[in-house]
């Protein structure tokens, strides 16, 4: 079954992804590498943001790297060779419909893929049928309903959910980091452990302002605005209003908030 | 100017304060100590249940410790001379009419006071006045607008909506936290840094299951019930629906998410 995607897929959004990944790369990923010679899958790369990281930082381990969109591996493998990158090999697949034998990977790598799923629970639970016992899994998801920030703003908040609503009507769950843990451990996964990594951005951290209030949240918020319209869900002239109000909270006295989850858990020893 | 309190001055109340500082001393206070000999104001002290681990992990400074309420300056201090502490004096008074001379104090601190004033700007100048040039001033503030959850809930989200609008009715603002860089900034403190602190539950953290989700917060919503019938923001069963859906939260597939603010600033050399 092919699952449908709300971002992801456009060259300035693509843009947007790597500028996400740049600034969010220690508080997501400082804590992840792999032991030279695992087999690491990452499942859904989209267009790389997360692969040339991993791949820079488990320089020993062999990556596979799958997306179910063509064109998405195809910029991703062409962004991991600009990076030098020689242990990762691309694929198209469906996380549904997978071309792995059992128990065939040491780790599972998931980041922002099951907010687009309308089954995460079963597409954690295929991904874990292909770990090795005592292998790990790693999800890592945002959540829009952590978003708080001053000054508070009605229109900002309307704005922030036109994107909920639209991810849930193309069958995904913009509100799914909180659901990490649960999810993980429906799914069959042991000893999972789950960490929020908060963005606080205020004036005093420049590069934060700019480089995730402004250019990730705020405008991930703005590139729906069309597709908002087009829906229903809003109009322009509210829309424009609650964007307004978020580029807003990037100004000096403003405060900005936004929290990932980000869970581990081991494959069990024993047949799940 | 007297303020008015929406908590803090009731037994079980008490209980319940005692309770909360103790689950989260480790994340609000552990990088909170003064040298020996340092003379620190607690402004706004209440019960006492900052004051005990403030002068044990400081036991070479001495504390002053004020609070508007004559009441709840006696509990703490018999909370204190319970904990064998000798190096806290304790003093009822206004944070507004202070009777301190200017620049008498090495460092200030403040927690859980804010979230009460209707002028909490004016309250950090007055304090800022109090410090000497180099000193320190410490603030911590929770934000009820950083409260979510799993499973989500509209009714759990509107009891909560009740403290929200009984702290505002009162001339306070429970959704503070988020505030405390621009207030400190505002107020006049220098090199301000502000790191939130947020509490993260799920079950695999069942002493924050009980402890936190349980026995602080949602014991805390609980505790309005009657102020809100009365005040006629709610009805009986939303609000007991609400307090339902919060306890749900610490069933084993829930999550429960909170966050405390933490600022830190400096009395600039020069005169403010």
Redesign the interface.
Known sequence: MTETYVHGYHPRENERLQDQAGTLVELLHSDTSYPSGSLVLEAGCGVGAQTVTLAQRSPAARFTSIDVSADSVAEAKRVTDAAGLTNVRFQQADIFALPFAPESFDHVFVCFVLEHLTRPVEALAILNGLLRPGGTMTVIEG?H??T???P?SVSAQMAIQCQVELQRLAGGNA?IG??V??LM??AGLDA?????R?V?V???RPDLVDGFTRKTFTAMIEGVRQSAIEAGITEPGAFDAGVRDLYRTAET???F?Y?FFKGVGEKGRKPA
Request: proline share 7%; aromatic share 14%; with cysteine.
């Open positions: 959540d309903g952590s708080y920030f001053h508070d509100l909180r659901q843990y649960p451990v429906e999972v452990h789950v960490s929020p908060m606080y205020d004036s005093s006295d403003g405060v908030c929290t």
